[in-house]
């Protein structure tokens, strides 16, 4: 079990006073059997009122209202956890999905059915020509090694850039740039997946690293997949590895573009705020 303590800090500063709009905020890991809460502080200025709840995808959304005008927006998490997925290849996969292709279930084909359908659906031709010249269309292969393959092939094929553009690139733009950020490459990897037949998912949460020890670090984007037996596995084509205890879930969604940390509005002069974020994760000893 890894003890880790994450810090995550968004500031906007606006030149005049502006009246903030209700603000959505996806800061609170995501707890399962792998990952337990053990303290949350979560300072928010200006004052404000808070409601949580759980989003259609079992998300924790906190709702934020603000109670006066300011020229200031405040959001700082911290967060401590304990993460026990430390054996990331140990799992088992039904022996009738062990080799690709195959067939989901019936009694789980109608809720991953979302899941397989590609979201950005002009670029289908553009992902499937790149499938074939990867080989990965050309008949039966082992599951994992498929998604092994089409993970390593992103990691090593692109060139990773950081991008302050809200949003994601389409994945026809990351095969033409051959470069993206970790939003872009989770958005290439869960379309190729979907127009292969496997049900995934776009994940945001915090990448334990080097760089994120010291700070000035953002958030991090990754996939998974459904795989029969062992459930939603996690794959990071920005490391070219699967998923461990370095990975902390923060939100899943269909749709790449729909869980950003935090969203909201203002009412106020046209103008644009200066945006501070400061992403610190730190293993915990003792």
Not at 134 to 140: H, K, Q, V, W
Not at 207 to 225: D, K, M
Not at 245 to 270: C, D, K, L, M, Y
Request: one cysteine or more; glycine letters at 6%.
């Amino acid at each position: 079990m890894k003890r880790l303590r994450i810090k995550h800090l968004t500031e906007y500063l606006f030149s005049s006073t502006v009246t903030l709009q209700q603000h959505y905020l996806l800061l609170r890991p995501r707890e399962g059997h792998d990952l337990r809460i053990e303290s949350s502080i979560l300072n928010i200025t200006p004052a404000y009122q808070i409601k949580w709840y759980r989003d259609v995808f079992d998300n924790s959304l906190a709702a934020v209202t603000f109670l006066q005008a300011s020229d200031r927006l405040t959001i700082a998490s911290e967060v401590v956890i304990q993460h026990y997925e430390e054996a990331p290849l140990d799992f088992w996969i039904e022996p009738y999905a062990v080799n690709y292709p195959f067939a989901y279930a019936q009694a789980d084909w109608e809720d991953l059915a979302a899941f397989q359908r590609p979201t950005f659906m002009d670029d289908q031709d553009t992902v499937s020509q790149w499938l074939l010249q990867l080989g990965l269309r050309n008949g039966s292969i082992n599951t994992f090694e498929l998604l092994t393959r089409l993970n390593q092939a992103i990691y090593t094929q692109f060139r990773y850039q950081i991008r302050e553009e809200p949003g994601v690139q389409t994945p026809a733009t990351t095969l033409n740039k051959l470069s993206g950020s970790c939003r872009d490459y989770a958005t290439l990897f869960i379309e190729a997946c979907r127009l292969l037949g496997l049900a995934s998912r776009f994940v945001s949460g915090y990448l334990h690293a080097p760089a994120t020890e010291a700070g000035n670090a953002t958030t991090h984007a990754w996939a998974e997949v459904y795989l029969p037996g062992t459930g939603w596995k996690g794959f990071d084509p920005t490391a070219g590895k699967v998923t461990g205890t370095q990975h902390i879930a923060v939100a899943v969604s269909r749709n790449p573009e729909t869980i950003p940390p935090v969203a909201g509005s203002f009412i106020g002069p046209n103008i644009q705020p200066k945006l501070i974020v400061n992403v610190q994760v730190n293993l915990l000893t003792g």
